[in-house]
C-alpha cells in the first residue's frame, strides 16, 4: 500500500490525517518541522507528501524547493496543506509545482478522495520483492502475511512491525528505532506502546505467545527477531 508522508507542526492535525489515512489502508509517515520533512522524505522516498507551508525550521515552500531539486525527491507528487486562502498564495505553490492545494480546516474525505486522485497517475510500480523468512512470508504490496501458507490478518502497526522485524534478522532493535521506523517519526510517546503491539503480533504469528520463540525481548533494550526454523509448529 502507498506511503503518505505527513507534515505538519500541529499535532491534532498529524493525527487526524494519520486515523483517517490508515483506516483507508495507507501506511503513515511524519513529521513536525522542515528538516524532519527532509530527512524522512529523502530516506523512505514515500510515494506522496502532504506538505502545510507554515512549518518551524524551514517553510514548507522551502522544504518543497530542495525536494524538486534533489533527483531521488524531485518526482514525489506534493499536496500543500496551509491556513493560506488567499488566491495568489494558492497560485503560489501551484506555479512552483505542487500537484494540489488545500486549506485548513479541511474535510479528511476530500483530502483522501484528492490523494487517491494523484496516485492513480503514478505509474505502475515493480511489486516490492516479497520477505521470506523461514515459513514466514511478507508481501510489502500486497499488505499479506502467510505462516507456513497460511494468511494471517494484521493491522497495520502489525505488519509495519514485522516488515522492521524481518528487514533486520538477528538484529536488536531498540524500542525508540522501532517507534521511529513504524509509527513514522520520532515523538513524545511511551515506549510501552511498543510492547503492547509486540504483544498483538506475537499472539498472531507464535505458536506459544507465552514463550515467544521469534520475537525475542532483550531486557531494558528492545526486541531481536529469530529467524524461524524450517519446521511449524501450528498456532491455534
Known amino acids: 500500500m502507498a506511503r503518505i508522508l505527513v507534515v505538519d507542526d500541529e499535532p491534532h492535525v498529524v493525527e487526524l490525517v494519520r486515523f483517517n489515512l490508515e483506516k483507508e489502508g495507507f501506511r503513515v509517515l511524519a513529521a513536525d518541522d522542515g528538516p524532519a520533512a527532509l530527512e524522512v522524505a529523502r530516506r523512505e522516498v514515500p510515494d506522496l507528501i502532504v506538505l502545510d507551508l507554515m512549518l518551524p525550521g524551514l517553510s514548507g515552500l522551502e522544504v518543497f524547493r530542495l525536494l524538486k531539486e534533489e533527483k531521488k525527491t524531485r518526482a514525489i507528487p506534493v499536496i500543500?496543506?496551509?491556513?493560506?486562502?488567499?488566491?495568489?498564495?494558492?497560485?503560489?505553490?501551484?506555479?512552483?509545482?505542487?500537484?494540489?492545494?488545500?486549506?485548513?480546516?479541511?474535510?479528511?474525505?476530500?483530502?483522501?478522495?484528492?490523494?487517491?486522485?494523484?496516485?492513480?497517475?503514478?505509474?505502475?510500480?515493480?511489486?516490492?520483492?516479497?520477505?521470506?523468512?523461514?515459513?514466514?512470508?511478507?508481501?510489502?504490496?500486497?499488505?499479506?502475511?502467510?505462516?507456513?501458507?497460511?494468511?494471517?490478518?494484521?493491522?497495520?502497526?502489525?505488519?509495519?512491525?514485522?516488515?522492521?522485524?524481518?528487514?533486520?534478522?538477528?538484529?536488536?532493535?531498540?524500542?525508540?528505532?522501532?517507534?521511529?521506523?513504524?509509527?513514522?517519526?520520532?515523538?513524545?510517546?511511551?515506549?510501552?506502546?511498543?510492547?503492547?503491539?509486540?504483544?498483538?503480533?506475537?499472539?498472531?504469528?507464535?505458536a506459544d505467545p507465552a514463550h515467544p520463540v521469534l520475537i525475542e525481548t532483550v531486557r531494558r533494550v528492545g526486541y531481536r527477531f529469530r529467524p524461524p526454523l524450517t519446521e511449524h509448529r501450528s498456532l491455534s
Open 80 to 206: 500543500m496543506l496551509t491556513a493560506r486562502a488567499s488566491e495568489a498564495d494558492r497560485v503560489l505553490g501551484l506555479e512552483l509545482g505542487a500537484d494540489d492545494y488545500i486549506v485548513k480546516p479541511f474535510s479528511p474525505r476530500e483530502l483522501i478522495a484528492r490523494i487517491r486522485a494523484r496516485l492513480r497517475r503514478l505509474p505502475a510500480k515493480n511489486e516490492a520483492p516479497v520477505l521470506r523468512s523461514g515459513y514466514l512470508e511478507l508481501y510489502p504490496d500486497r499488505y499479506e502475511v502467510f505462516l507456513a501458507g497460511k494468511r494471517k490478518a494484521l493491522t497495520p502497526k502489525e505488519f509495519s512491525l514485522l516488515e522492521t522485524f524481518l528487514r533486520n534478522p538477528g538484529k536488536v532493535l531498540r524500542r525508540e528505532f522501532l517507534l521511529e521506523n513504524v509509527w513514522g517519526y520520532e515523538y513524545a510517546a511511551d515506549t510501552r506502546t511498543v510492547d503492547v503491539h509486540v504483544r498483538y503480533l506475537r499472539q498472531k504469528i507464535e
